[in-house]
């Protein structure tokens, strides 16, 4: 049999050549640099993921991404000047900020006043260093073969390492601020281990010009430990971010994302209920115009009895835009008990637009409550002719429809400062809308 080498795209051809360019400036060695070398690997023998990889199959990365634009270099003044007041999405929440521009971490941009139980640190620095915490977690929280993942491991630059001590309640909600500055590429990864019975809000937002981001987060949650996540993307280049997650005994978790004002995004979720006895929610709000495309796609496993999980996600599309939901919920051997269902909902506002959803399941115990269901349609025009006939105008009773729908899925968020932080943002974006007769 002859060997076949594949085509590689001229992007694969550029990432190829600028991990090659970087690998000597790239924090770590030893076990850090086998780590980035056998990602690269496997990165390098599947290329960009594309329409025939099945998770992947609605958001054809190899298509979409023609060109790769080259890597970010350290920020100067300007760039730094430029993301002054980025993420002022949670201001009246005043959180503890972790400013990152361009993917590098600037300390006197962020709050690093000492607070008992907290430790934050750089990623690059805890890679040179060899810290132990990157040591024991990096890469091991859930491992994926995914190839936009392995990417990620193999040109990692900076980000945040996060601990938070064993009881410890945040004073403070933590947010991690993404800014691009410019049109180049870069490659967070951060770890954030929150350890037994601790409570913890974080935040992620990005915003910035339309450079192409590849961002993961790799997230403990400890035994009895509680922690709220929310994440608002609002770029205009191409964004796949990854979250890697294993969640204690007796823990809870809940997670929400916003997609508004976007270019292409990719955001994958990777949960392992690792203990028994501990719940979720995974939940999320597509606001999308024009030509915007937004993909969600979880994996869901449970590996430990007595867990209940839920995920729900709500797309309003216009224009021309795309929205993407696959969720996949896996009941491995034994985790009898699982609670877990799912549930995703389009809203089409434009014949153009289009709504792709495909929830899965895939069970091997028996004594389990497990679900999904998906739905897609337009506005009901019974209930717009009703708030008109009430001296509503048309576009604000479009608006009143659109917040409810939104609503119901916002409405879950359980700390009631994000929750109303999230729909201000939503509403923000409602008023700009265009509604055509």
């Known amino acids: 049999m002859a060997d076949v080498t594949p085509i590689k795209t001229p992007a694969e051809q550029a990432l190829a050549a600028a991990y090659d360019g970087a690998r000597g400036r790239l924090p770590g060695q030893g076990a ?21 990889v099945e998770e992947w199959k609605y958001t054809d990365l190899r298509t979409l991404l023609r060109d790769a634009l080259p890597l970010a270099t350290p920020p100067d003044a300007q760039a730094k000047a430029t993301a002054t007041g980025s993420g002022a999405v949670f201001a009246s929440l005043n959180p503890r900020k972790l ?12 709050d ?28 091991k929280t859930f491992e994926s073969d995914d190839a936009a993942l392995a990417l990620n491991t193999a040109m990692m630059g ?24 410019t049109e180049t590429s870069n490659y967070t990864r951060s770890l954030i281990v929150v350890e037994k019975g601790a409570k913890a809000v974080i935040a992620e937002t990005h915003d910035g010009c339309a450079a192409q981001v590849n961002t993961a987060l790799e997230l403990v949650v400890g035994d009895e430990a509680q922690v709220d996540y929310f994440k608002i993307v609002a770029t205009r280049g191409i964004h ?21 004002e976007v270019g292409i995004v990719r955001n994958q979720s990777f949960v392992r209920f690792a203990g028994e006895h501990s719940t979720g929610a995974i939940r999320g709000v597509n606001l999308l115009r024009g030509e915007e495309h937004v993909d969600n796609t979880l994996l869901i496993e449970h590996a430990a009895a007595h867990c209940a999980g839920r995920e729900q996600f709500k797309s309003v599309l216009d224009g021309e835009s795309h929205s993407v939901f696959q969720g996949k919920i ?54 717009k002719f009703y708030l008109m006939s009430r001296g509503i105008d048309e576009a604000q009773a479009e608006t009143l429809l659109i917040q409810a729908f939104i609503g119901e899925t916002v409405e879950e968020i359980p700390h009631e400062g994000f929750r109303d932080a999230v729909m201000a943002a939503a509403l923000a974006w409602l008023e700009t809308r265009e509604v055509k007769p």
């Open 32 to 52: 850090i640099a086998s780590l980035r070398e056998n990602a690269f690997k496997r990165f390098d023998a599947q290329g960009l993921p594309h329409r025939r």
């Open 99 to 110: 400013v990152f521009v361009d993917g590098a971490f600037v300390p006197e941009m962020s």
């Open 112 to 139: 690093l006043t000492p607070e008992a139980g907290l430790t934050i640190g750089s990623m690059a620095e805890a890679l040179l260093k060899g810290d132990a915490l990157v040591a024991v977690h990096l890469g």
């Open 158 to 181: 900076d980000g945040a390492v996060i601990r938070i001590a064993a009881g410890t309640a945040l004073a403070r909600p933590l947010q991690l601020v993404n800014f691009t500055a």
């Open 240 to 260: 796949v971010g990854s979250l890697l997650m294993s969640v204690g005994r007796n823990a809870r978790f809940d997670t929400f994302v916003l997609n508004q």
């Open 330 to 383: 896996v009941v491995k051997p034994g985790a009898q008990k699982t609670d877990s269902k799912m549930m995703t909902r389009a809203l089409l506002l434009s014949d153009k637009a289009e709504a792709d959803n495909k929830p899965e399941l895939e069970i091997f115990a028996d004594d389990v409550v497990c679900g999904h269901g998906a739905t897609a349609g337009a506005l009901d025009p019974t209930l």
